[in-house]
């Protein structure tokens, strides 16, 4: 440890006992001189410097003074100061003690003595800076959420307060957005923990990228998400609310080794300002509520608070159109075996959305088409565990997407005997669905 020391003394005596005994201990690398209080200052200012040496009586101010105006520059209210002096008075130590001297040394003095005070004051000093470093370090990430990067709870709970307060005075109207991910224990139970932590993480991503200057995404916990618009209006965060649905829907998540997962997400929004709300968890509980509602009606849509107690949903734009058919399809994400009814040979596939007729799917080797088949569909029967269940039904399209297909299976035959729990799931789904 090599250190830069400046040493203050009107006699030019003293300057040189002090410079000969770091010379010859080699700790030094650098040593600045200054005859006063004023000229030792402005090199304080100017330079890094790791330990001060000062005579405790200067021509121009005493040691007092200057070591409260040594405190006042910025970086240097840890800066190690020794002072030195032919006598000392108990009070006027006591005096420098309080101000934040760290030694006191009576000439004259033994060379060693100095050296080892000095290389333990310029140790805690580094001891101190380090630990700043990481307190500074630490504060940063306690806002911030580990698995995505984006902000967390508590940051968000602290931005929308400021902002409240903030719109009382100039008008504003915030927009919090409740947002949370459609169905996600059902990716996590048939894909895994560590797929599920991924598209937390990729969704994080692109819900970020839609956003712009003060508006931030913070994630609330589990699958659930806020994104707060410091300044906005009812029609603007539904506009938002609507590109962050699509950015989510119209794209299938792309993770390795598992592919092409399309998860949709749910969108509760309350707009009011901080006149209209009394606190940050009033705003969060009316976002909630709105988002209890597009939850109820279907999922995968908004619903946008009115007044405290009235909310609309706002249907996703296309998703009548894209759900007529002669059975309503429901999104379900699984890894299923998939059997040839002729030759029995077992492949990987991914189921994408299911009906009463049938199951969409993917596969990453071709498929024929009217090729008869079987499949191992695993849900979690009325006590929790996971069953395959299997149900027989007839290839009726293949598609190639890239490097994979996508094809429709149509059932042989559903029945409540051979199929419960197949057929449970669907009027679950039915159920959930507007
Ligand atoms: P809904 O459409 O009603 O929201 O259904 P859901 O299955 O998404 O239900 P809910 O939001 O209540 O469940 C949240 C699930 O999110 C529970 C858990 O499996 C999953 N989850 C929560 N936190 C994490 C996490 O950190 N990592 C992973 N992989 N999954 C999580
Ligand atoms: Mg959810």
Redesign the pocket.
């Known amino acids: 440890m090599k250190f830069k020391v400046l040493v203050i003394d009107h006699s030019l005596q003293h300057i040189e006992e002090i410079k000969s005994a770091f010379t010859h201990s080699q700790l030094v690398e650098q040593i600045y001189e200054a005859s006063d209080g004023t000229e030792a200052l402005k090199i304080l200012k100017a330079k890094k410097i790791d330990l001060v040496i000062c005579n405790i009586v200067l021509p121009d101010m005493n040691g007092l003074e200057f070591l409260k105006a040594l405190k006042a520059i910025p970086d240097c209210g840890h800066l190690p100061v020794i002072f030195v002096s032919c006598q000392a008075q108990v009070d006027y130590k006591a005096k420098a003690f309080e101000l934040g001297a760290q030694e006191f040394l009576i000439r004259p003095f033994d060379p060693e003595d100095l050296i080892l005070r000095a290389k333990s004051l310029v140790r805690l000093k580094t001891t101190y800076e380090e630990l700043h470093i990481r307190i500074r370090d630490l504060e940063k990430t306690a806002n911030i959420d580990p ?1 995505t990067g984006i902000f967390n709870r508590k940051y968000l709970i602290d931005a929308l307060r400021a902002e409240l307060i903030r719109s009382r005075r100039h008008r504003f109207t915030p927009a919090c957005l409740m947002i ?7 990716v ?1 139970d048939t894909l895994g ?1 560590s797929v ?2 991924r598209l ?1 993480m990729e969704l994080a991503q692109r819900l970020s990228g839609q956003l712009r200057g003060y508006d931030f995404a913070a994630r609330y916990g ?3 998400f806020v994104v707060l618009l410091p300044q906005s209006s009812k029609g603007g965060s539904l506009a938002l609310a609507e590109r962050l649905r699509h950015v989510i829907d119209s794209e299938p998540f792309l993770i390795t080794g598992e592919r092409n997962i399309h998860l949709t997400i ?1 969108i509760g929004i309350a707009a009011f300002s901080g006149s209209e709300v009394s606190s940050e968890e009033q705003l969060l509980t009316i976002a909630d509520r709105a988002l209890y509602e597009a ?1 109820q009606v279907g ?1 995968n849509c908004i619903a946008i608070a009115e007044s405290f107690e009235e909310f609309r949903v706002e249907p996703p734009k296309g998703f009548y159109r894209r759900n007529y058919r002669k059975y309503s399809r429901f999104p379900f994400l699984a890894p299923v075996k998939l059997i040839d009814q002729e030759t029995k040979e077992s492949t990987m596939a991914y189921t994408i959305n299911i009906s009463y007729g049938g199951l969409g799917m993917y596969i990453q080797k071709p498929i024929a088409e009217k090729q008869r088949v079987q499949v191992l569909i695993p849900l979690t029967d009325p006590n929790g565990k996971l069953r395959e269940e299997r149900v027989e039904g007839m290839v009726r399209w293949v598609r190639q997407i890239h490097d994979h297909y996508g094809f429709g299976i149509e059932f042989e035959e559903l029945n409540i005997k051979d199929h419960p729990l197949t057929l449970n799931f669907i009027r679950e789904a039915e159920r959930l669905s507007p």
Not at 180 to 186: E, L
């Open positions: 698995l949370d991910i459609d169905n996600f224990k059902t996590n923990h599920g932590d937390l589990g699958d659930e749910s939850k999922r």
